[in-house]
């Protein structure tokens, strides 16, 4: 049977996560020691409901900055796609929160300068200090890394294909789960991207607000 997870960085991140939760329907952000992912961690992200009520970017590894060419720390999560499919990802992402409940997202990016990539998007609820789900960990993975990252940034992001995960009733490395089927992704102009910046700066780890 075709596994729901593609990517070996979801694979793993899962299988810590799942690891670290117990019996419990998440783990808790203290249970994460980034020790643990240290391979993982240019591929993962941290991110909490802020004051305005979305989720916003508390960490960012660096393969994922070198993606969008820029620092994404303070920043809404849902930016990262493109203007229409921001909404749908701000409840997507809210439900695996919310309802505690993961999902793995097939998502399209297109570059600044009009060039197309595949990649894998793994978003885990993650519990906070009050023990309630504020926030979540995940994993942004290309599938086929090419040669352009860190020389042309993507404009945005759109999702091709959503799959919830439910590991207290089968295993995520063998279920057979059909993919939500959404639309193609829409071609928009690489011109205007969607931060306003067509060429990206030096990246950076971003952990604790340190740049440096």
Known sequence: ????????????LFTYWN?????????????????????LLPHVFIC?????????????????????????????????????GQRNMERTARA????????????????CGGRMLAAELLL????????????????LSVIESPYWIGHDPVAGFSTTGIRFLD?????VFLSNRPEVPLPPAVRQNP????FGRRKGAHLFVVEGGRSD
Not at 19 to 39: C, V
Not at 96 to 111: E, I, Q, R, Y
Not at 124 to 139: A, M, Q, T, Y
Not at 191 to 194: D, R
């Open 167 to 171: 590991p207290e009733r089968e295993s």
């Open 191 to 194: 011109s205007e991207p969607l």
């Open 124 to 139: 885990l609820p993650v519990s906070g200090p009050s023990g309630g789900n504020d926030r979540l960990i995940g994993s």
């Open 19 to 39: 690891a670290k939760r117990g019996k419990r329907p998440a783990p808790a952000r203290s249970d994460i020691e980034p020790s643990d992912i240290r391979t």
């Open 48 to 84: 909490e409901i802020a004051a305005s009520d979305r989720l916003t970017f508390r960490l960012a590894g660096t393969a994922i900055c070198l993606l969008k060419g820029k620092e994404l720390k303070a920043s809404h999560f849902s930016e990262l796609w493109f203007r229409d």
């Open 1 to 12: 049977m075709e596994s729901p997870v593609r990517h070996t960085n979801s694979l793993s």
């Open 96 to 111: 695996v929160v919310d309802d505690a409940k993961p999902a793995v997202l097939s998502v399209d990016a297109l570059s």
